[in-house]
């Protein structure tokens, strides 16, 4: 993946066509432009692990609207990246709740106010109703149980 400057306000009218939550730049430019991928489709027994780093920047996540969408977004990236490993996540839980389920309503019976959501482009779901001190705090063990090392969990988290 390579990185490019844009004007703001290119980036602007890129970032007014997102059509959900957790589209990048690139999903939005390809459909805009109507231009395919030119990736070969990953065999699905081999998806590569690639750093979040290559997908995530700080202008992709701004532009998210609130601070759910904004770890959503980060969520699905870290999904994007680590498909094979993220169902590691289901083991991060609270003292009297589940913050991660292959379903809604797993979450809904874990808890009283769960808000639960799902992380885009994945199967996973996650409870939203925490506040944002918690939502770092989880962000930092879901990079730690993707196999990042502190520093980089920590600058994960800090995108939030």
């Known amino acids: 993946m390579k ?5 703001d306000d290119l980036y602007t009218y890129i970032a007014s066509h997102t059509r959900q939550i957790g589209e990048s ?14 990736e070969p489709e990953a065999d699905s027994k081999s998806e590569p692990t690639e750093s979040v780093f290559n997908r995530l920047n700080e202008q992709d996540v701004r532009i998210q609207k609130s601070v759910v969408a904004r770890f959503l977004y980060i ?6 990246c680590h498909p094979s490993e ?14 991660f389920a292959r379903s809604e309503e797993a979450l809904l019976t ?10 885009p482009d994945s199967p996973f779901w996650v409870i939203t109703n925490t506040n944002t001190t918690k939502k770092k ?19 994960i988290r800090d995108f939030l």
């Open 3 to 7: 990185r490019i400057d844009i004007d």
């Open 25 to 38: 730049a690139s999903d939005i430019l390809r459909r805009l432009l109507d231009v395919n991928s030119s």
């Open 75 to 80: 969520l699905s990236m870290l999904y994007r």
């Open 86 to 99: 993220f169902s590691q996540v289901l083991d991060i839980r609270g003292r009297d709740r589940q913050y």
């Open 110 to 119: 874990s808890g009283n106010s769960t808000n639960p959501k799902q992380i």
């Open 137 to 155: 705090a989880m962000l930092t063990q879901v990079a730690e149980k993707l196999g990042y090392q502190s520093a980089d969990a920590e600058k």
